[in-house]
């Protein structure tokens, strides 16, 4: 099965399949903000999707270069909670 979502970078293609299968979300005040869920089937299922992603065009991305880039986004994002609307909630 091929998915075509227009992504043709790994950072983009990484970024939709966590997206995708609910392993980090947008906060909704704060679009910018990645908010990562701790969901760890939700992360396996999007290192297969972004696996998948990359390859239905054609495109072969080292194994390491793809598990890099979805170990950095999710180090990227916040666990839990937006760290903008945080304070607020305190």
Request: hydrophobic fraction near 40%; include cysteine.
């Amino acid at each position: 099965m091929s998915v075509d979502c227009g992504h043709d970078d790994l950072a983009s293609a990484v970024r939709y399949a966590l997206q995708s299968t609910r392993a980090i979300a947008a906060c909704p005040f704060h679009p910018d903000m990645s908010v990562r869920v701790g969901d760890d089937a939700a992360e396996n299922h999007a290192c297969v999707r972004a696996s998948k992603i990359i390859k239905s065009d054609g495109t072969t991305w080292n194994r390491q270069l793809l598990l890099e880039e979805i170990k950095r986004q999710l180090g990227d994002a916040a666990d839990g909670v937006c760290p903008v609307c945080a304070p607020q909630n305190s």
